[in-house]
């Protein structure tokens, strides 16, 4: 069975840092690319950031500079470090793996101005 648990999630200051984690079943995380993606209030679910099992790195303009997703293959966990966050970042964050049609429960992530 597929699991995809996302944990780490929480209220932050504007300009701030939050680290993301997604544990995810081995079947899928020594196979697939993983990813991040959010959906904030009232819109629809948009990617984050995706990274491949051998590392390679894909990321949406908003997140370019500021947000770092990694892998450990030894913990099957992938990662989302999030620095000076802002308003527009606040949103459910969920973990999925590649086609990214099936998610976790999600984490809420909250910006204060």
């Known amino acids: 069975q597929v699991q995809l648990v996302e944990s780490g999630g929480g209220l932050v200051q504007a300009g701030g840092s939050l680290r993301l984690s997604c544990a995810a079943s081995?079947?899928?995380?020594?196979?697939?690319?993983m990813g991040w993606y959010r959906q904030a209030p009232g819109k629809q679910r948009a990617k984050v950031a995706t990274?491949?099992?051998?590392?390679?790195?894909n990321y949406a303009d908003s997140a370019k500079g500021r947000f770092t997703i990694s892998r450990d293959n030894t913990k099957n966990t992938v990662y989302l470090e999030m620095n000076r966050v802002n308003a527009e970042d606040t949103g459910v964050y969920y973990c999925?793996?590649?086609?990214?049609?099936?998610w976790g429960q999600g984490t809420q992530v909250t910006v204060s101005s």
């Open positions: 081995r079947s899928i995380f020594s196979t697939y690319s």
């Open positions: 990274i491949s099992v051998g590392g390679s790195t």
């Open positions: 999925s793996y590649f086609p990214f049609r099936f």
